[in-house]
C-alpha cells in the first residue's frame, strides 16, 4: 500500500486530486497521511481550510470543532486525517498575495466559489482596502506589516511577482496578505510533518506536492538526511511545451518560487514531474461533470458546481481548452499511486533564477547542463501519458464518491 502525504495550495484540481486519493483509500489502495496546506492558489491559511472540508465532505472523518477557523501555524485534523499548515510565502518573500489569473481559475474562495457544505465555513476574506487604503501614510503600513519588518520593509509576492513594500502604498488594497511567520529551526508545522514521515517510512512513503516546492525545499534545507529516501512526485514545470503563465514560458506552480524548485531538483532527491506536457493531454469534460451532478447528492452537486467554474475558466482564457479543462492535480494524484500512466524521460533538471544576460528565463524548468553527464539521474520528467485510461479512472473514482 501507498502512503500519501500531500501538500497542496488547494484550488479546485487540488481539492478534486485530494478526492481522487480519498477515493483510492476508501479502496484500499494508498493511506494517506496528512495534507498540508501551502500558499499559490490560494493563502495558504485558506489552503488548510478548503482541505479540511474536503476532508469533511467527502472522508470517513471530520475534522474537529476546533478546525475553522484555523490560527497560524496550528495543525488541524480529522480523526483519520492530520491537516497541516506549511509556509505561507515563497522562499524568497515575507510575504504573499494571490494575483488575479490564480483568483480568475479558482474563484475568491479557492474553490470555485462553490459553496462548501459541512461545518466549516469559506474562508473570509479580510478587509484591506478598508483598513490600509491607498492614501494611507507611511504609518498605516508599517501598522500592516509584521513588527520584524517594519524598519526595513518586506518583499511581497503577488502570485510570484517581486513587490517591494516600503509603503502602504505598496501593499493590494484589495486583497489580503499572509506574512512569512517562521524564523531559524522553528519551521512550520507542516515542514516538520513532512520531515517526520519521510524518516519514518523512508521511500515507503511519497510526497506528493502539487503546489510550489517551497515546503519541501525548506524540509530539505533543515534535514539534509532525508534526500537519499525522499521520494517525490510533483506537478509543476514544462520541459517540451509552451508555460501557462509570463509569455507562456513558465508553469505556474514553479515561476512561484523557482530558487525552491531549482534547489530541490538539485537536492539529489527523486523527482518525478508531472508537468504541462502531460496534463494538457488530460481533459475533463463537461459530460464527466453532468454524470456528477446527475447523482442529486451533495458531494455531487459541490463537485459540479465547483468543476463547472474551472472548466468555464479554462474556455476562456484558451481556445485549446474547448474540449475540456486539463486534470493538472489530479494526474500527479494518479502518477503518485500507479507510474505506470505515464512514460518519463530521466534527465537531471534544474530551474532558471533569473532573466536575461545570457541567464535564460526566471522560472524555466530545463535539463541542468552541469551534471548533464551524471550517470545518476534523479528527475524523471513525464512526456507521454495513457490518457484515456487516466481520465476513465478518474470520472469512475470520483463518481463513486457522490
Known sequence: MTRIVMDVDTGIDDALALCYV???????????????????????????????AVLELFGDAAPSASAAPPAAGAALASAAV??????????????????????????GNGLGNAKIPGTIPAAPLPDRAERIPANADDGA????LPDRLVSSGATLSVGGERRDVVSAADLPVDRPV????????????????????????????????????????????????????????????????EGNCYDLICETNI?????????????????????????????????????????????????????????????SSDPMFLAGSPLHDP???????????VD??????????????????????????????DPRKTAHVALSVDAARFVGRFADRLASLC
Open 255 to 315: 515561476f512561484q518560487d523557482p530558487e525552491a524548485a531549482n534547489r530541490v531538483f538539485r537536492s539529489g532527491a527523486d523527482v518525478t514531474m508531472i508537468g504541462l506536457d502531460v496534463t494538457h493531454q488530460c481533459l475533463l469534460t463537461r459530460e464527466h461533470v453532468e454524470s456528477w451532478r446527475s447523482s442529486g447528492g451533495e458531494r455531487g452537486r459541490f463537485l459540479a458546481s465547483m468543476t463547472d467554474f474551472y472548466i468555464n475558466a479554462n474556455e
Open 178 to 241: 499572509e506574512w512569512r511567520d517562521w524564523n531559524g529551526p522553528e519551521l512550520p508545522e507542516g515542514v516538520r510533518f513532512i520531515v517526520d514521515q519521510v524518516r519514518t517510512y523512508g521511500r515507503e512513503v511519497t510526497v506528493l506536492a502539487t503546489g510550489p516546492l517551497t515546503d519541501v525545499d525548506l524540509a530539505i534545507q533543515a534535514a539534509p538526511d532525508i534526500v537519499k529516501q525522499l521520494k517525490l512526485v510533483i506537478m509543476g514545470g514544462s520541459l517540451t511545451q
Open 82 to 107: 492530520p491537516v497541516l499548515r506549511g509556509c505561507p510565502c515563497p522562499s524568497w518573500a515575507d510575504g504573499f498575495a494571490v494575483d488575479e489569473g490564480c483568483a480568475r481559475f479558482h474563484g
Open 141 to 144: 503600513a508599517c501598522n500592516a
Open 22 to 52: 480519498l477515493a483510492a483509500r476508501r479502496d484500499g489502495e494508498c493511506e494517506l497521511l496528512g495534507v498540508v496546506g501551502t500558499y499559490g492558489n490560494v493563502l495558504a491559511s485558506t489552503a488548510v481550510r478548503n482541505s479540511c
Open 331 to 341: 494526474l500527479a494524484a494518479a502518477v503518485a499511486l500507479d507510474p505506470s500512466l
Open 344 to 373: 518519463c524521460f530521466d534527465v537531471n533538471m534544474m530551474v532558471e533564477t533569473a532573466t536575461g544576460n545570457g541567464r535564460g528565463f526566471r522560472g524555466r524548468t530545463i535539463g541542468d547542463p552541469t551534471r548533464l553527464r
